[in-house]
T-cell receptor, first 110, second 115 residues
Framework: SQQGEEDPQALSIQEGENATMNCSYK?????LQWYRQNSGRGLVHLIL?????REKHSGRLRVTLDTSKKSSSLLITASRAADTASYFC??????????FGAGTILRVKS | AAGVIQSPRHLIKEKRETATLKCYPI?????VYWYQQGPGQDPQFLIS???????DKGSIPDRFSAQQFSDYHSELNMSSLELGDSALYFC??????????????FGEGSWLTVV
């Protein structure tokens, strides 16, 4: 990966449980975004958190950002089978490009 | 709501052939990005355009070129195709540069298979 690691690489949970995915990056950033990708499909934007923000919520999603540790976490509460997908974090420092992490494969079993 | 439209969705080409992928950004979006995602890989940035000018360049091979037209749609041209070019190619768009905190929206991607 160009940017860093996502942890865990794969996660399998039961429906109704919470899922936490972590992302680390290497350089200072302006923003960090989380995306979801169903197998072989497009990247769906979930949430954007700016470097001066520490936490953000959107529905069942909670994202935290710790710029001192260069890390972010995505929490999905009360998971559903439809949440099964790959989740990527992506950062930008300058310029127009997003740099993606390696992704976490989440499987929610019903 | 309108999304990023990519065409074709699937493409099969032989080695050494040429392929062209098209991208129509979300209306009023002025910034377009191209990414390449190999099997089991994270998306890799290729190139971006802002207001029809190239704004950033990533790991795009010299065999590839791209441009953004006056109507803001973009095309990625790939020549002398190699087996390793087989991948899912994403186009994305945003209103203004992504580094300004603008959400970047992705299309469904174009599957290129080189045989």
């Amino acid at each position: 990966s160009q940017q860093g690691e996502e942890d865990p690489q794969a996660l399998s949970i039961q429906e109704g449980e919470n899922a936490t995915m972590n992302c680390s990056y290497k350089t200072s950033i302006n923003n960090l975004q989380w995306y979801r990708q169903n197998s072989g499909r497009g990247l769906v934007h979930l949430i954007l958190i700016r470097s001066n923000e520490r936490e953000k919520h959107s529905g069942r999603l909670r994202v935290t950002l710790d710029t001192s540790k260069k890390s972010s976490s995505l929490l999905i509460t009360a998971s559903r089978a439809a949440d099964t997908a790959s989740y990527f974090c992506a950062t930008d420092k300058y310029g127009n490009k997003l740099v993606f992490g390696a992704g976490t494969i989440l499987r929610v079993k019903s | 709501a309108a999304g990023v439209i990519q065409s074709p969705r699937h493409l099969i080409k032989e080695k050494r052939e040429t392929a062209t992928l098209k991208c129509y950004p979300i209306p009023r979006h002025d910034t377009v990005y191209w990414y390449q995602q190999g099997p089991g890989q994270d998306p890799q940035f290729l190139i971006s355009f802002y207001e029809k000018m190239q704004s950033d360049k990533g790991s795009i091979p010299d065999r590839f070129s791209a441009q953004q037209f006056s109507d803001y749609h973009s095309e990625l041209n790939m020549s002398s195709l190699e087996l390793g070019d087989s991948a899912l190619y994403f186009c994305a768009s945003s209103l203004g540069p992504g580094s300004s905190g603008n959400t970047i929206y992705f299309g469904e991607g174009s599957w290129l298979t080189v045989v």
